[in-house]
């Protein structure tokens, strides 16, 4: 078992950065799948990125290449999605999520343990 705590989330404006947190408690991230997803009002949830820690191998959502970027803090035991250069477009609640798997997970589905999601606003 593994339980996911968000935060960081809060209102930017259009431009700016924000760097949420994925704190883990009950088993080391470095053993998981880790995704970062968000959802829209209206909107389904979408990956933003995912990292597989074990190949090393990251995927990023194509609305956001090039702007966020996953992280892990093993010693702390934390995942981080550090993002830049924010657009309206990137509010949603974002969601982190893990599952025990050696594999790159990129579909919602494919993850047991999630956080309760912390909210972003990004205003124009």
């Known amino acids: 078992q593994v339980q996911l705590a968000e935060s960081g989330g809060g209102l930017v404006q259009a431009g700016g950065s924000l760097r949420l947190s994925c704190a883990a408690s009950?088993?080391?991230?470095?053993?998981?799948?880790t995704g970062w997803f968000r959802q829209a009002p209206g909107k389904e949830r979408e990956v933003v990125a995912a990292?597989?820690?074990?190949?090393?191998?990251?995927y990023y959502g194509d609305s956001v290449k090039g702007r966020f970027t996953i992280s892990l803090d093993d010693a702390k035991n934390t995942v981080y999605l550090q993002m830049n250069s924010l657009k309206p477009e990137d509010t949603a609640v974002y969601y982190c999520?893990?599952?025990?798997?050696?594999?790159?997970?990129?579909?919602?589905?494919?993850?047991?343990?999630w956080g309760q999601g912390t909210q972003v606003t990004v205003s124009s």
């Open positions: 999520a893990a599952d025990v798997s050696m594999g790159l997970l990129t579909q919602a589905k494919q993850y047991n343990y």
């Open positions: 009950g088993r080391t991230f470095s053993r998981y799948a």
């Open positions: 990292k597989s820690w074990s190949s090393g191998r990251t």
